[in-house]
């Protein structure tokens, strides 16, 4: 007993010692929090610790050395995986070492072992100095520097995240309900734990791309996604942190948004064209559709939290979706030019954040709708064929009408992203065969001396502003639509007797053409505003470049039509400017 007492004694004062020199310093202490402490709590501490012992402002001796240890404790506070390993082992690297002991952390204590079975040591714990007990010549000791206390909740553990909300709150912004919301929005409850903490602790600086003025200019001016960007200079402090707030919005918000970050040391010409030159701290911005179709830089000033940066993006995804009554509401005389259209039936009071993304991606290929509708037994839903909620409903260049998808269950924003993309990727290959093929029968109709049906499409080419006279005719039925054609089919034909001091001499100065006016009542509104609908049939000489007009309104015979057409060509009738420029639908 004698002897081993001097040795115990001797081997507990070197572990003393080896303690002394390879303790970490505690970055809690340094920064003053407690191991609770929130993200945003470390980065008050870090900031007003930095700002009072930056060696710019502060020449007191230890001042550099002060700033260091800041600096440090904050790049392991606010890496989640770094504090995590801390706390287990006193060591941001993750190895066992000589640590302050952390509650939770096998009792506060930590161990040391130095042999195998029938080991001989101590342990110290709150009730004092205990001998281990066992045989052999090999000691185990264990030391016991923390306090009483519970552990630290992590988001890793399936609590809420680090950053102060739960993901539940996304799911707002889909088409309805939240995760507790299981009925006709889909059902979250594969949303698990592991599923919350993957997304918190997955590394931010790895997936956000570093943005020059070519990949500027090339992938994010008006290309319809949104970016969050991050300015900064390699001098500054808390890159890190704006980093990992910016990997958890990009987490929450996948495939909504994109993150990138704009070095203004290497990027000086592009910092100054932006504005967005960063001064005593990095700079978020947020390249946002709000306000018009054109995208501009938005600065986001807020508090400094994953959960505020992500509503300000959600804020600012595109709009480029027309919110609609359906009940008030004629599809017929929208404006969508060439693209197909396509609407979202939801019982949400603003547009879906999905459908927003969406419309930002397929921004100048589809023409966007949405209406908010409370069952499928309204009029005007079952009107549009859709027996299931959410709906979309599309519509080819042609005007055909197809239920895209009902009854629409999402899992999440990123796949709901992608499986809408495919849905419409489909829709918009089916709408270029049919235009195709409509061009291709318009071409045969020509050919064979029929009329071609005027439409957004080809309206440039056959009454756009290089044609001197359009003659539109109007008809609401089949009867009447194959009268006109017969007539002016006729008179296309024909020369017709013109004066001499006319400039378009031609009959090529003439382009003959039908209108469905059922389909496009606004067209002719823009000539006369009841839209010419008690008549079944009528007759419109438009010049285009002047933008004035004339109507002919009277019986439809051969003769009538030829004296219509020859007082046009001779000016012999006075013709009116319109009330608005003509636009098809």
């Known amino acids: 007993m004698n002897i081993r007492s001097p040795l115990s004694f001797a081997l507990f004062s070197t572990l003393l010692v080896l303690y002394g020199e390879a303790k970490t310093i505690d970055p809690y202490k340094v920064l003053g929090v407690d191991k609770n402490a929130s993200q945003r709590e470390i980065q008050k501490a870090f900031h007003k610790l930095s700002l009072q012992n ?15 240890e800041i600096n440090n404790a904050y790049d392991i506070l606010s890496d989640e995986q770094k504090r995590k390993n801390y706390d287990m082992y006193g060591d941001a690297k993750g190895s066992p070492g000589f640590d302050a002991g952390h509650p939770g952390d096998h009792g506060g204590y930590t161990f040391f072992t130095g042999g195998g079975p029938g080991q001989s040591g101590f342990t110290s714990g709150p009730g004092g100095w205990q001998h281990m007990g066992g045989q052999g010549g ?5 030391f016991s520097f923390g306090g009483p206390g519970g552990s630290r909740s992590s988001g890793s553990h399936g609590g809420p995240s680090s950053f102060g909300f739960d993901i539940d709150d996304i799911f707002s912004g889909f088409f309805g309900g939240g995760m507790k919301d299981q009925g006709q929005f889909g059902d979250f409850s594969s949303f698990s734990s592991s599923s919350r903490s993957q997304s918190q602790s997955r590394s931010s600086s790895k997936s956000i791309r570093a943005i020059n003025s070519e990949a500027f200019r090339k992938e994010i001016t008006d290309q319809g996604m949104t970016w969050l960007l991050l300015s900064y200079t390699p001098s500054l402090q808390g890159k890190q942190y704006y980093e990992s707030i910016m990997g958890e919005v990009a987490s929450l918000l996948s495939e909504a948004i994109k993150v990138g970050s704009i070095n203004c040391e290497t990027e000086l010409s592009l910092c100054k064209d932006l504005a967005v030159r960063p001064g005593r701290s990095p700079r978020l911005f947020v390249y946002s559709y709000k306000g018009s179709e054109k995208g501009s830089l938005e600065e986001y000033n807020g508090d400094l939290t994953a959960k505020n940066v992500k509503t300000f993006c959600q804020d600012h995804l595109p709009r480029f979706s027309k919110r609609i009554s359906l009940n008030h509401f004629d599809l017929s005389s929208s404006n969508v030019e060439r693209y197909p ?19 930002g991606l397929y921004h100048k290929r589809f023409t966007f709708y949405d209406a908010e509708v409370h069952d499928v037994s309204d009029p005007a839903v079952k009107k549009l064929g859709v027996d299931a909620l959410p709906a979309i409903v599309g519509w080819l260049s042609n005007g055909e009408k197809h239920i895209l998808k009902s009854s629409i269950s999402v899992k999440d924003l990123k796949s709901a992203i992608k499986d809408l993309s495919v849905l419409l990727d489909s829709f918009e290959k089916k709408n270029r065969k049919v235009a195709s093929s409509w061009t291709s029968e318009e071409q045969t109709a020509s050919t064979e001396g029929q009329l071609p049906l005027l439409t957004a499409s080809n309206f440039d080419g056959l009454c756009g502003d290089k044609t001197p006279v359009c003659i539109i005719g109007g008809f609401r039925s089949s009867k009447s639509r194959d009268k006109l054609e017969s007539l002016l089919s006729k008179v296309s034909k024909k020369s017709l007797s013109r004066r001499q001091n006319v400039a378009s001499g031609s009959r090529d100065a003439l382009s003959y053409v039908l209108l469905d006016a059922t389909k496009q009542q606004s067209f002719l509104g823009a000539f006369e505003k009841s839209g010419f609908k008690s008549i079944d049939n009528i007759l419109v000489a438009y010049k285009p470049r002047k933008g004035k007009y004339v109507a002919f309104t009277g019986d439809m015979t051969i003769e009538e039509v030829e004296k219509f057409i020859s007082s046009v060509l001779n000016g012999d009738v006075q013709f009116t400017r319109t009330r608005q420029k003509p636009v098809l639908k």
């Open 138 to 142: 090999s000691q185990s000791f264990s």
């Open 341 to 359: 259209r396509v609407m979202l039936l939801s019982t949400k009071k603003d547009t879906p954040v999905i459908w927003r993304v969406l419309s």
């Open 54 to 68: 930056h060696p710019d402002k502060n020449k007191s001796k230890g001042a550099q050395e002060k700033f260091s």
